[in-house]
């Protein structure tokens, strides 16, 4: 746990005790501030006192009192309508922050000078953040791992010197932390997702470049630059004085890395200096990829890793949970569990990876469908449509894929299996790449990545990948909304009482 002391002696009203709540208000209680927390869902608010949280509807407290509100990332900050706590916490002057702000503020007054590398992108940011922490956990160095990623931020050990905090953070995450300052801020790439919470793609640009312009002096911001969203960051971070790596997979670049094949070449001042071979990693197939172990690369370096160790490091990374997953073969066919593609973006990673695919998608569909995914239909030998999106998808599939509404995972996966085995084919694929959210059928596409690979090793003869890896914890909800029938701000419990009678801040 990382203590926040920079409120101590202070009240702080905190809402969402859902996934990084609860490990919020237990920072903050550590440190030494008063803390009144609530969640619009019960059982949220039992687990909350079970932990010796103050648990108290945040509409009958005195705002007066409060000096700031410290919000989950799933709650609505602006759009489609700033959430009713928000709404007090304005009118009552009361700054709205989150757990990274958090953070960054106790980062400034334990260990200033600790390494803190941050990283956002519309896709790729979680196995960049793993593959980052990775290379640094392999040469030698003292790694703390979380965010939006898995674990808390404030569940981490806290910052000291020589330690480093690799950081996952969403657009929402961003939104919260005003103060956000890395050593090493990442922009992987910028599509549109999420603009029900932003409102446009222009809202949703300008939150994440935060992350690029928080960059503290003498920092390094690496920044993809295949969209014109983030190739505009760039320019506009290098005139401000930031020192910039900037990354393609798709041109050569006379300063920064850039992909050439199977191969990424890193140039300074017009020259090569360095050529890092990515054929035969199989967690880092694809060009998605190849733009994540760009990045990665470019990160280590500036925290003085050198070439040649990040090259060894990198052929041993065993790839994310859920993110082109290998899960196992039988005979010629591969498995891929790539279920955190919640959206046609990072579907169409996995599609440009793999010929002959036997394809489940669906789920709980997002704006725009797979409409933009038809470039890439001839790839696809046969789909298999789940959940709520199947009529649609099977409607945008027409007669380009042959398809067939399976309905459940199961279905899909045993069809799957059986056309793929019978189809002779010299390397089919049964890809889970469902460009849809879970949450018709899942409370999170972990668990859905889960089932998936639980069906696959179960089919008789398939040999399970022994580096599929359990997932990390991270929740969908935190990047795109609650599941689908839960309530929308809670993602645990905790019933209100607090021991000893009214609470003070009752009015």
Known sequence: MIPVTVFKDRTVALFGLGGSGIP????????????????????????????????????TIDWSAVDALVLSPGVPLTHPEPHWAVRLARNAGVEVIGDIELFCRERQVSARRSPFVAITGTNGKSTTTALIAHLLRTAGRDVQMGGNIGTAILSL????????????????????????????????????????????????????????????????????????????????????????????VRRPLADGI???????????????????????IGALRGAHNAQNAAAAFAAVRALGLAPEVIAVAMKRFPGLAHRMEEVGRKG????????????????????????????????????????PLAPHFARVRKAYLIGEAAPDFAAALGGAVPHEIVGTLDNAVA????????SNLAHPVVLLSPACASFDQYPNFEVRGDAFRDLVTALPGVTANPKSTAPVAQTEPARGGPPHGMPPHGLGGNAGGHPGGKPPFAR
């Open 415 to 422: 069809a799957a299996a059986r056309d793929a085995e019978a």
């Open 258 to 280: 850039w992909r050439e094949g199977e191969t990424l070449v890193v140039s300074e001042g017009g020259a090569e200096r360095f050529r890092l071979p990515l054929g035969g």
């Open 332 to 371: 010629d066919v591969l498995f891929v569990n790539d279920s955190k593609a919640t959206n046609a973006d990072a579907a169409e990673r996995a599609l440009l990876s793999f010929e002959d695919i036997f394809w489940i998608l669906g789920g709980k569909p997002k704006a725009g469908g797979i409409d």
């Open 157 to 248: 050990a806290p910052p000291k010197p020589g330690r480093v905090h690799v950081i996952e953070c969403s657009s929402y995450q961003i939104d919260l932390a005003p103060g956000l300052d890395p050593t090493v801020g990442v922009q992987l790439n910028l599509t549109p997702d999420h603009l029900d919470r932003h409102g446009t793609l222009e809202n949703y640009a300008a939150v994440k470049e935060h992350l690029v312009t928080g960059v503290e002096r003498g920092g390094t911001a690496v920044i993809g630059v295949d969209d014109d969203f983030s190739a505009a960051m760039a320019d506009r971070a290098e005139r401000a004085g930031t020192h910039v790596v900037r990354v393609s």
């Open 24 to 59: 919020t208000a237990l920072a903050l209680i550590a440190g030494g501030a008063r803390v009144v927390a609530y969640d619009d869902a019960e059982r949220s608010r039992l687990k909350a006192g079970e932990e010796g949280i103050l648990v108290q509807d945040l509409r």
